[in-house]
């Protein structure tokens, strides 16, 4: 018993000067620091759940010789060591990087515990997949917003759909491609946004997408001309990014269509060069929005 105080005392001794280097050093900026205390024999609480990035604090309660040792007794796997101290008020800490259960005990007396290290929380993604940015439609608008949306470790519990701050709606359980159906949307800009939310409550937002909803312009036709004996040229006005589908008849009223295409300028030049009849007659409509 006496040498056994005897080497007790001269591992403190040993010892004390180490702690005063080691634990002079300032702590990382971690996520959440954790109290582990060790005392009568004990490390209180012995098991503790943490997330990845977090650090445990020990600290000794009492004089008695105690260390915090990774592994299972008696075998330490070399993950942390705090050495043996005897000093009350002396700590200890280490990150957790990793996932994981890691058992720990004091290399004098045997007792033990476990950290389990919870892996972190990856957030979902999602994008809008349609409309395009910049897609124009005419007022008001009707359609579909399309979107993709996953989660790499969990569910996908919603998807939230947005015209700037203004909530549109909500996609509840979505399948990966949740859609959500806006109804008479007014001419205006509109920077669309899908805010995805998984079954742990962590959240992203997709890119914004920009589209543009335009009161129709009435369609004029105008400037016509007979270039030549199956050419024919004629402008009519339009909204640029709105497509239009222009119709030709030989004899009212079979119009069939023979052009569809989307305006580029609020005044569009069109040349039927099939204009082969002695007499044509042509009309222009508007395609209803996608």
Same mark, same amino acid.
């Given at each position: 018993m006496r040498i056994k105080n005897l080497l007790k005392q001269l591992v403190q001794l040993a010892l004390y000067g180490l702690a005063s280097w080691t634990f002079a050093c300032p702590l990382a900026t971690q996520a959440a620091v954790v109290?582990?205390?060790?005392?009568d024999y004990f490390f209180n609480p012995a098991a503790v759940t943490i997330n990845v990035n977090d650090q445990i604090l020990w600290t000794w309660a009492d004089a008695d010789l105690h260390s915090s040792t990774s592994g299972v007794y008696p075998t330490p796997d070399g993950l942390w060591e705090s050495g043996l101290f005897a000093q009350q008020g002396v700590t200890f800490s280490h990150s957790f990087t990793?996932?994981?259960?890691?058992?720990y005990y004091c290399s004098y007396h045997g007792f033990t515990g476990s950290v389990t290290v919870q892996a972190a929380n990856v957030p979902p993604s999602v994008a809008i997949t349609a409309p395009t940015n910049g897609a124009v439609f005419a007022a008001p608008w009707t359609?579909?917003?399309?979107?993709?949306?996953?989660?790499?470790?969990? /569910?996908?519990s919603k998807v939230d759909f947005f015209a700037g701050t203004t909530r549109l709606g909500t996609v509840t359980s979505p399948p990966p491609s949740p859609s959500f159906t806006v109804t008479n949307l007014a001419a205006g800009s509109y920077t669309l946004k899908a805010v995805v939310t998984d079954n742990a409550g962590a959240t992203n937002t997709s890119a914004g997408v920009t589209i543009?909803?335009? /009161?129709?312009?009435?369609?004029?036709?105008s400037s016509p001309k007979r270039l030549s004996a199956s050419a024919f040229q004629f402008s009519y006005s339009a909204n640029p990014g709105l497509r239009y589908l222009v119709q030709r008849s030989g004899a009212l009223p079979g119009f069939s269509p023979i052009s569809t295409n989307t305006a580029n300028t609020n005044k569009v030049n069109f040349l039927d060069n099939s204009a082969t009849g002695a007499v044509n007659f042509y009309d222009v409509h508007l395609v209803p929005n996608p």
């Open positions: 109290n582990v205390s060790i005392q990793s996932a994981g259960t890691f058992p359609g579909a917003i399309k979107a993709t949306a996953s989660d790499s470790d969990g /569910t996908v543009s909803v335009v /009161t129709p312009v009435a369609i004029v036709l």
